[in-house]
């Protein structure tokens, strides 16, 4: 099949971890397009339902989203695993008659069940394919993937040891995208965003930002609201509450900064906190370490989750980033204790320089966009 050396195809979705990586690598796509004097056209395969079309065509990073039929891939009893077959047969036939009329150059694959099936569709079609893998370890979808790959990309050296030993020599250490945006930040802009026009903002005090989902993580904001007094004699307390949790933090407290959502000042936010309490999500670890900040990650686990966020923790902490609060630690007592630590200075700066150092001189998105840039899989 000839294919069309400058049509591009992104797949991937289902979460915004799947999806905001992807479109920072066609960002960097375009702009390595701009600078060779050519035109390039960029399609990105997702979940025909979810978030994946709406977060897809806002960021204006892509020319086209195609939807198709996903489901999930679950390696226990569920009667749902015989009607998503059916969605993932679905998806693949969707896939490849797509794939056949773009003859795209290369397939990258940003991981998410939705992208199983192109995956597989380029592979039949001899279109090279690109996965990259945001986690320390590697969920099933890109263990699947990878067996359709040119080459498998991932974020840390130590996940080549999870992937199978005939695959190894295919294997890329890339790091993982991260949003252009966060190169480029002015904490200033940050704190105008977050505090003009609050008297109660003290300059004295360090920032802590928490982080408690776009949508909300429960366990997070509980321990917030739980132990706001001592946290807010402490710190100026940023809390992103997340959508579902909003009704029921706290609305006037002195030194307590709520939002339900931040996106497009993100950056600038986190480049003026001096810690960040989070979830240990690929991308939010990831964006932390480029700004060189220190954490306490609280990451989630027990039944509904693979442990990923368990292993990008430890990793962190094990380099000296970050504190990790982890099943029974996640309570009050270890959370203070963690904090206070952080309340030294020289503590902090330790830290952060172990978070920066993760990242520094890094630029993983562009990385990746030079490698799909090259064609020649």
Same mark, same amino acid.
């Given at each position: ?36 004097n ?53 998806g ?7 794939l ?14 939705v ?5 597989? #569709? ?16 590697? @969920?099933?979808?890109? &263990? ?40 480029g930040?002015?904490?200033?802009n ?58 029921i ?14 996106y ?27 700004? @060189? ?54 503590t ?5 320089s ?8 890094? &630029?993983?998105?562009?990385?990746? #966009? ?8």
């Amino acid at each position: 099949m000839k294919k069309n050396k400058n049509t591009f195809v992104f797949a991937g979705g289902g979460t915004g971890g799947h999806i905001y990586p992807g479109l920072a690598v066609a960002d960097e796509l375009r702009s390595i397009a701009t600078q060779n004097n050519e035109e390039i056209k960029i399609v990105w395969l997702g979940n025909s339902l979810g978030m994946d079309k709406d977060l897809v065509e806002k960021s204006g990073s892509v020319d086209a989203f195609v939807g198709l039929p996903s489901g999930k891939l679950r390696r226990y009893f569920s009667f749902k695993n015989f009607t998503d077959f059916f969605k993932i047969f679905a998806g693949c036939v969707k896939a490849f008659f797509t794939l056949l009329k773009l003859k795209p150059a290369v397939l990258f694959s940003k991981g998410g069940f939705v992208s199983v099936p192109p995956c597989f #569709a380029a592979k039949i079609l001899g279109i090279p394919v690109l996965t990259h893998e945001c986690d320390f370890t590697p @969920g099933l979808a890109t &263990r699947l993937n990878s067996k359709f790959a040119s080459k498998i990309l991932v974020s840390y050296e130590e996940t080549k040891a999870y992937l199978p030993k005939e695959k190894r020599e295919n294997v890329i250490v890339t790091g993982n995208p991260v949003r252009p945006v966060f190169y480029g930040t002015n904490p200033e802009n940050g704190k105008k965003f977050l505090f003009e026009n609050r008297s109660d903002y003290d300059e004295n005090k360090p920032v802590l930002l928490v982080l408690g989902g776009s949508l909300g993580a429960h366990q997070i904001n509980s321990l917030i609201a739980g132990n706001l007094d001592w946290l807010t004699e402490r710190f100026n307390v940023v809390h992103q509450c997340g959508a579902k949790d909003a009704d029921i933090m706290p609305k006037e407290k002195k030194g307590y900064f709520l939002y339900p959502f931040i996106y497009k000042e993100m950056s600038d936010v986190i480049s003026c906190a001096d810690v960040v309490l989070s979830r240990a999500g690929a991308n939010s670890i990831w964006e932390c370490s480029v700004l @060189g900040k220190p954490m306490i990650l609280i990451p989630l686990c027990g039944s509904g989750t693979r442990g990923d966020q368990v292993d990008n923790a430890h990793y962190f902490e094990e380099k000296g980033a970050a504190s990790v609060l982890l099943g029974e630690y996640a309570e009050s007592d270890y959370l203070k204790s963690s904090l206070e630590r952080m309340l030294d200075k020289e503590t902090r700066e330790k830290a952060a320089s172990a978070s920066l150092s993760l990242s520094e001189g890094k &630029r993983p998105a562009k990385k990746i #966009a030079e490698i799909v840039w090259k064609r020649d899989f």
